[in-house]
């Protein structure tokens, strides 16, 4: 099957007597056991909801994985993958990251005694060369967030095999519409389902996908220890949202490239950072590994005045955090999402004071580029 008919076209409802066409949500913390010595398939929603399952299933499939994992956040996902290390362990990261992210690795991990290398991970021998005996994980995300900068899965892929450490990545940006990295030769999937896999900005989530099945009895176990699983009306709604991944990112696409180009050429922009785009850097790698160039992108508008104006004055481009949904924001990331990112922290770059980030949603593109063009045109 082709990927938009694997978005609608699952068993939504296994084993369930009635047939639903939508997932049931199985909105239970526990579940009656029949004997006192063996449990069932579900026994307390912590460690499995019937719900959850037919999602992380269904991740899987999309991600093209064995076994998928759903997290109440993004956050909890990745911390999640992180805990797989021990203390004495080291990580190989490239220095952009999800402000979160990098406040993970600044200020929790030390504390359980991982410690943290950071490279540009666009070059391949750099990261390579930061690998040591007790390297045990490569972790990057591609495209970078806010500044688009993209890495090569592939090559990353083959240096973490060569050297025999996991290598994770983090595809929120992509989704798995656009970019399968398992595919690449990377051993661990996350997202942040609160961005595209959501879509409607109504839920908090994240995903670990993966193929090994040792690797994924750790990461069930974790799991279940540390309670981080995503609840089942929140399954029921990415279920729900998840069906229309591939509709409203060729439309969010579709737009995000005319907003480049339109950017682009408006003199009041200095620069765009977004992959789709031939003047791009990493434009050829990009499309090498992905299947376009996305619906998030930056720029920078001269000075930190300017870009605090443009956010104010534009009507159909909310200020909020986060990205993905079908509705257009606009941050501006050193105030917002790399908020996090503090003076102290110089080994992850922080995003300049003049640079806004753009989410494309689904509106008529016509009506965001006239707003754009009112409000830059007026700054
Ligand atoms: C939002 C985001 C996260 C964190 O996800 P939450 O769901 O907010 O916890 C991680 N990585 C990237 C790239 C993100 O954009």
Do not use: W
């Amino acid at each position: 099957m082709k990927f938009a008919t694997k978005l609608v076209h699952f068993d939504a409802a296994p084993k369930d007597p009635y047939h639903p066409k939508v997932t049931p949500i199985y909105q239970t913390a526990t579940f009656e056991q029949e004997s006192a010595d063996s449990l069932g398939e579900y026994d307390y929603s912590r460690s499995g909801n019937p719900t959850r399952t037919v999602l992380e299933e269904q991740m899987a499939a999309l991600e093209g994985g064995a076994h998928g994992f759903c997290f109440a956040s993004g956050m909890a996902a990745i911390t999640c993958v992180t805990r797989l290390l021990s203390t004495g362990d080291e990580i190989v990261s490239d220095y952009d990251l999800y402000g979160g992210t990098a406040r993970l690795f600044a200020k929790v991990l030390p504390r359980a005694g991982v410690t943290i290398r950071y490279v540009d991970a666009s070059d391949v021998s750099a990261v390579a060369g930061a690998i040591t005996a007790k390297t045990k994980m490569i972790y990057i995300e591609s495209p970078t967030n806010p500044f688009l900068r993209v890495v090569d899965i592939a090559a990353i892929g083959a240096v973490a095999k060569q050297c025999g450490v996991l290598f994770a990545i983090d595809n929120s940006v992509m989704s798995p519409y656009l970019q399968n990295p398992l595919e690449l030769g990377a051993n661990m999937v996350i997202h942040s389902a609160t961005k595209f896999l959501c879509g409607h900005s109504d839920v908090t989530g994240g995903v670990v996908v993966l193929k090994d099945d040792a690797l994924a009895q750790r990461v069930h176990f974790l799991q279940n220890a540390e309670g981080t699983a995503l609840a089942p009306f929140d399954s029921y709604l990415l279920l729900r949202g998840l069906k229309t991944l591939k509709l409203r990112m060729d439309a969010q696409q579709r737009s995000a490239q005319t907003i480049a180009e339109f950017l682009a050429s408006h003199a009041r922009v200095r620069e765009v950072y977004y992959p789709g785009l031939a003047s791009h850097r990493d434009h050829a790698v990009h499309m090498r590994q992905a299947r376009g160039g996305g619906s998030v992108l930056s720029f920078t508008a001269g000075s930190a005045e300017v870009a605090k104006a443009i956010a104010e004055r534009l009507e159909l481009f909310s200020i909020s955090l986060s990205f993905g949904s079908v509705q257009s924001s606009i941050s501006v990331p050193v105030k917002m999402s790399h908020a996090s990112v503090t003076e102290e922290m110089t080994s992850v770059r922080k995003p300049p004071a003049d640079m806004l980030r753009l989410s494309i949603g689904i509106e008529d593109v016509d009506d965001l580029i006239a707003d754009l063009r009112a409000c830059l045109d007026s700054v």
